[in-house]
């Protein structure tokens, strides 16, 4: 069974950084890829940044290019976010995401906010 955990949200101050981690369960990280999305309050879900299943390629946002490395541990099938340079419009829920052949899964997410 598929299965992705999110963890590693919480409160951090601007300019702060938090290392979000996706757990992944019922596939290997060299078959599907996986990206971060985050959804604002009232905003739509937007992608932030993915990684390759193939080649361990990336792929990042414009708004996060420079501050966040998406990167993952083949051993613990895991991929993280790390997010530096931190601002207040990071403030999001979290998700991970996979396409698989059986079709597409989600974590339940983490909560980021950014605030003084």
């Known amino acids: 069974q598929v299965q992705l955990v999110e963890s590693g949200g919480g409160l951090v101050q601007p300019g702060g950084s938090l290392r979000l981690s996706c757990a992944a369960s019922?596939?290997?990280?060299?078959?599907?890829?996986i990206g971060w999305f985050r959804q604002a309050p009232g905003k739509e879900r937007e992608g932030v940044s993915c990684?390759?299943?193939?080649?361990?390629?990336?792929y990042y946002a414009d708004s996060v290019k420079g501050r966040f490395t998406i990167s993952r541990d083949n051993a613990k099938n895991t991929v993280y976010l790390q997010m530096n340079s931190l601002k207040p419009e990071d403030t999001a829920v979290y998700y991970c995401n996979t396409q698989t052949s059986w079709g597409p899964y989600w974590g339940q997410g983490t909560r980021v906010t950014v605030s003084s």
């Open positions: 019922g596939f290997t990280l060299d078959e599907f890829a």
């Open positions: 990684i390759r299943s193939s080649d361990g390629s990336t």
